[in-house]
């Protein structure tokens, strides 16, 4: 027989009993998390959001309330009437906050049964991550998702202050809208009542965010859901959170400024003191010192020791003296047994003409001056591992450049090639000394960094096209529109002046993680038409796709531009979980499949004919 809440009214919350609350009368509602029976002493760990308070049941008190509570299995859901007792001194649990005390039970009402669930909150040992998601509700009351849906709570709600307080508008914009460039697929949504025709979901605000700048309203800010449709990888979600703003006639020192103060600010409400500002780099530097563009900190940066050579050795070593020879120095991994260097090998099997030199000691064995002078232009320390990346001389000499290219697409293959293998090498070897993780660094080791000056035009070998590096809205560097000119008179070649255009665009990454991407906007007409004709769009196809957009930019736009950081990123790392799943509270597995809900499904055939809309099997 279940019992009705009645007019009982819940005094104290689980988690929030203390010793001076002795003495006091306490209603508590919650789940029963455990319980133990000690003939005529029946304890039951009560559980509510906040913690966990211990309920005692004596038969001798009340012989009737404890054969009542006999009942009670886990999951049931109860209200407790009791008076506060502080606890024997042997039976004192310093662990837990409520520890001291415990409710001596006086009325019990049992508001609801639970079926027996697939897993317990209290277990600590996980069940497969599909059982969890299935049961989501289950999984969700477990102290971990708990805290860290709480922690996603607090982090947004110190941005949003933040932001209110710096004199940003939170205003909405549609999620029936029409497609934007962001460089994902959309999800679609038919329209009934004009049959044959689509909204797009929008995977991100951005075109909207700038029309409220047209609109004037200065500063905007909003926690919006983005979608997009994107083929299946692992940490990826099809619907997320952004943190999206823009504001009029920003430099992009002053969008820094404003990310660097909320990032402050939700860091803080976790708990976790950054400092700000951020070191800053181009593009171009991150490639050279990093050999990616979300550069990890944690770690040293590459030497370039091409000079510690002689001619001859290069010769010796086929190496091209051309293109960059690079130190990568992984430390404290002491030396690699036999069997780890064979598990490395295949990361070095690498594209792009690089070469690379796994084994130090024979490098030192063999030339010793030039291992002398490596090592100490590298910084090497006992138990450091170096490994080399150069050019090999097969690839022939580097192809003579333009000027205005700054990392030449082979030397940005032996970057690139060295940076992965940077990072593999830390990740696989470093970690065994616990000195560098992926997420949840344990050490709050945050390291921020800003990259910016990111080319704006990216070739695309395949199309033999230029495409935005970022989004077509992004304004050029104002020192490259004399590039800009010349670029869109040599469209369709790779060396092409485009190849040098400089964006006004930057991304924020912490510890090697994009956490955002933002640029300054063009805010002109003339420029505008510029950037459509050097990635290939008629005016026509142009006016065809944001005709509404374009027309708006001639209204009087004030110069203006923002930045859109994941906020469900930001959490992961803050609360130390491991995945994106983790911290969004009903997330899709990696083939975007909502398990609890059971989404995406079939649809009736009266809605498909609504629609319009017939299905090919
Ligand atoms: N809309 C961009 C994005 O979602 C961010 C921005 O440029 O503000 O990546």
């Known amino acids: 027989m279940l019992d009705f809440l009645g007019d009982l009214r819940r005094t104290h919350m689980c988690g929030a009993l203390r010793a001076s609350d002795a003495g006091k009368k306490a209603v508590l509602m919650g789940w029963v998390n455990r319980r133990r029976d000690h003939g005529n002493l029946l304890f039951i760990d009560l559980r509510d959001r906040t913690g966990i308070a211990q309920i005692v049941f004596n038969a001798e008190r009340d012989a009737a309330i404890h054969e009542k509570a006999g009942g009670l299995r886990n999951e049931y859901v109860i209200a407790v009437t009791g008076t506060v007792k502080l606890r024997d001194p042997n ?53 971990v998702m708990q805290f860290n849906i709480e922690t996603r709570h607090k982090v947004a709600k110190a941005i949003r202050d933040y932001l209110s307080d710096q004199g940003f508008f939170e205003i909405e914009t549609p999620f029936m809208t029409r497609s934007t460039p962001e460089g994902a697929r959309d999800y679609l949504v038919p329209s009934r009542v004009q049959p044959g025709t689509f909204y797009a979901l929008p995977q991100s605000p951005q075109m909207f965010k700038q029309i409220l700048m047209i609109s004037g ?81 944690r770690l040293p940066a590459f030497t370039d020791v091409r000079e510690c050579f002689t001619p001859e050795n290069l010769q010796e070593l086929a190496i091209n003296p051309n293109l960059p020879l690079i130190a990568i120095r992984t430390p404290k991994v002491s030396e690699l047994s036999r069997k780890e260097r064979d598990d490395i090998k295949p990361m070095f099997h690498s594209k792009g003409g690089a070469k690379i030199f796994e084994d130090f000691k024979r490098i030192a064995n063999k030339f010793p001056e030039a291992a002398a002078a490596i090592a100490k232009k590298a910084s090497m320390e006992e138990g450091d591992l170096i490994v080399l990346v150069a050019g090999s001389a097969q690839a022939g000499p580097q192809t003579a450049m333009p000027a205005h290219r700054k990392v030449t697409p082979q030397e940005l293959a032996i970057y690139a090639s060295a ?58 560097h104002e020192e490259d529109m004399k590039l800009l000119e010349a670029g869109v008179e040599s469209l369709n070649d790779p060396q092409s002046p485009l190849s040098s255009v400089r964006a006004l665009a930057y991304d924020v990454v912490l510890n090697g993680t994009e956490l955002g991407s933002g640029s300054i906007r063009i805010h002109r007409q003339d420029i505008q038409s510029k950037i459509f004709r050097a990635l290939g769009m008629t005016e026509e196809e142009a006016r065809a796709r944001f005709g509404f957009f374009l027309e708006a930019l001639e209204y009087g736009t004030p110069p203006h531009g923002g930045i859109a950081l994941g906020l469900d990123r930001i959490v992961m790392i803050i609360a130390g979980a491991e995945s994106l799943r983790e911290v969004i509270p009903f997330p899709k597995t990696a083939r975007a499949v909502d398990l609890m809900v059971d989404a995406p499904t079939p649809v009736s055939d009266s809605q498909l004919k609504d629609l319009g809309i017939v299905v090919k099997k």
């Open 91 to 143: 039976t004192i649990n310093r662990n837990m906050p409520t520890g001291e005390v415990e409710l001596v039970a006086e009325e019990l009402r049992i508001l609801n049964e639970s079926k027996l669930p697939p897993f317990l909150p209290s277990d600590t040992a996980l069940t497969n991550e599909e059982t969890r998601l299935k049961y989501r509700y289950i999984d969700l009351r477990r102290d």
């Open 217 to 297: 309203f200065d500063k905007y800010f909003q926690i919006v859901r983005c979608f997009r449709d994107e083929d299946l990888r692992a940490d990826r979600q099809p619907e997320f959170t952004q943190i999206d703003l823009e504001m009029s006639y920003p430099q992009p020192e002053r969008v820094w400024e404003v990310v660097e103060g909320f990032l402050t600010a939700a860091f803080r409400a976790a708990g976790s003191e950054i400092k700000t500002p951020f070191p800053r780099m181009d593009y171009d530097e991150a490639i050279r010192l990093y050999g990616i563009d979300k550069p990890d900190l």
């Open 419 to 476: 940076g992965l293998l940077r990072l593999a090498l830390a990740q696989k070897y470093a970690d065994r000394h616990g000195i560098f993780k992926k997420t949840g660094d344990p050490a709050k080791d945050f390291r921020f960094i800003w990259v910016t000056n990111f080319p704006m035009f990216e070739w695309d070998e395949g199309e033999k096209i230029w495409n935005a590096a970022h989004h077509p809205f992004t304004s050029p």
